[in-house]
């Protein structure tokens, strides 16, 4: 017998009580839908095959750019106290890019985060692969360390409808931020 705290309300419940009410109900929104519920049946038939997938990822990473204008002490990729430092920056080429973007929306993504080993705002084209992604009809959020964002740049990103913003500080003070990114003042905090 299923307890009442098993319950789909209950559930619901507790999942508004940590995430918040707005963001539940748009959760519940970009999930529930006939072609969300065809394509979670794809993925249970392949689960149950064993042997073959019959669908694509619904959540898909994508890191732009190992390249950052920050050399955080915590970061794996860039930090200061690093011994080895590439001795180039790797961009993903466009064109490709957004062929793959296209392909993950034939194959049922619905979420794309963009992030990585870098920065994004390094991307020159970021606002052009944000562009596509929402013409595509998949829900995008960009990870960031927010430096290198312009009031136009945040504008642009608005109105091209970017679902989510994450910016990564890594400090809870402008003292303690300028300690963990070398080369930055406590007024880029």
Not at 2 to 22: E, M, W
Not at 39 to 68: A, H, M, N, W
Not at 107 to 130: A, Q
Request: glycine share 6%; with cysteine; charged share 25%.
């Amino acid at each position: 017998m299923q307890s009442s705290k098993d319950t789909l309300p209950a559930f619901l419940k507790n999942y508004s009580k940590t995430r918040g009410f707005i963001q539940t109900i748009d959760s519940i929104c970009r999930n529930l839908s006939v072609r969300n519920i065809h394509e979670d049946y794809l993925i249970i038939k392949g689960l149950s095959s064993g042997t073959r997938s019959f669908s694509g990822p619904k959540f898909v990473q994508i890191d732009l750019t190992d390249d950052c204008n920050n050399s955080c002490l915590c970061c794996w990729c860039n930090s200061a106290l690093k011994k080895e430092k590439p001795n180039q920056r790797d961009y993903l080429d466009y064109s490709a890019l957004i062929k793959t973007i296209g392909e993950l929306k034939q194959m049922g993504t619905r979420e794309i985060t963009l992030s990585g080993g870098g920065e994004p705002f390094m991307y020159s084209r970021l606002l052009d692969v944000v562009a596509y992604i929402k013409k595509k009809g998949i829900y995008c959020q960009l990870y960031t360390n927010f430096t290198l964002a312009t009031k136009e740049s945040l504008r642009r990103l608005a109105g091209l409808g970017l679902d989510r913003l994450i910016v990564s500080l890594w400090a809870a003070d402008s003292e303690v931020y300028s300690l963990l990114h070398p080369g930055k003042d406590e007024h880029c905090f």
